[in-house]
């Protein structure tokens, strides 16, 4: 059962494709932690070394951090770590937005449900959905039902069950959220948690241009800090975009409870686990969740 007042609006316009060029991860190498009765050994040592270093490496692109990423995010978007089980969820929230649904909560009001359907229908023609492609494109902008109702949320269920429906919705989130905003990461030089500050954000707020769109609380983060990739402190950077961000959810009462940010991104930046390393212990809308 969906909790709705624990699900956030998003995307106030229709999102845009981010072009970045990836310069690469900045590596911050980190202390050699002795400990009682370690061996000196310089080949020991080079190895510690090799393994730090490949562990420092490690971005949000790792399967492995990939799969942290969407529990994260399905923690704040649908009170659940079980990511798998989103495919099929569709309900109107109530936030202007029209039909909110699936894995990383395409919205028929905003274009990336649409585009996500023409995907489908370009891979499956005939599809289950493909008969509401017209009025996708009608809604488009709008909060309105119209053409969708009564039989779309028991079709969009249907198509769920789907396995090309489902790799639909990875390759749509995957495109216009998650890539970009690694891509975008990595070129300012951040590590893991940065690469998933930024993949939180534009999930929520798209990149329409608009004042409280991704680009935008970059932008606000750049006036107040410079990014490793620029020489300055990752630590001090991701700081100001957690305030950014916060900034930003705080223009729409949709957005007013930022725990998302301040009980679960910044916990994790305040203990210096810049790797998103698990064990995770964060809150959301106050309720507690791990990742061991």
Avoid at 10 to 33: D, E, F, K, M, Y
Avoid at 155 to 168: I, L
Avoid at 181 to 186: I, L
Wanted: aromatic share 8%; charged share 25%.
């Amino acid at each position: 059962m969906h909790a709705p007042h624990k699900r956030t609006a998003r995307r106030s316009n229709r999102s845009v494709r981010i072009a970045v060029i990836a310069v690469g991860l900045t590596l911050t190498a980190l202390p050699v932690v002795a400990y009682a009765g370690a061996p000196t050994h310089p080949a020991v040592h080079r190895q510690t070394a090799v393994d730090r270093q490949a562990d420092a490496a490690t971005g949000l692109d790792d399967p492995a951090k990939k799969e942290i990423a969407m529990q994260l995010v399905s923690s704040a978007e649908n009170s659940s770590l079980n990511w798998k089980a989103q495919y099929k969820y569709i309900e109107d929230i109530g936030d202007g937005r029209g039909y909110t649904a699936g894995i990383i909560g395409f919205c028929s009001g905003t274009g990336d449900m649409l585009d996500l359907v023409e995907l489908y229908t370009q891979r499956k023609p005939g599809n289950v959905l493909a008969k509401y492609l017209p009025a996708l494109r009608k809604v488009d902008g709008t909060d309105s039902h119209s053409g969708l109702d009564p039989n779309f949320k028991k079709d969009w269920a249907t198509a769920a069950s789907d396995p090309a429906f489902k790799r639909a919705q990875n390759d749509e989130r995957d495109r216009v959220y998650f890539n970009p905003a690694v891509s975008q990461g990595k070129a300012d030089g951040i590590g893991t948690l940065g690469q998933f500050a930024y993949y939180d954000a534009i999930v929520m707020h798209g990149d329409g241009g608009d004042s409280t769109s991704f680009s935008s609380i970059r932008k606000r983060a750049l006036a107040k800090a410079k990014p490793p990739a620029k020489g300055g402190n990752e630590v001090t950077y991701l700081n100001a975009f957690l305030d950014a961000r916060v900034w930003a959810m705080k223009q729409e009462e949709a957005h007013s409870d930022t725990s998302r940010v301040d009980t679960a991104q910044r916990v994790f930046l305040k203990k210096g686990n810049l790797n998103l390393n698990p064990p995770l212990d964060w809150k959301v809308y106050g309720d507690s969740y791990h990742i061991g």
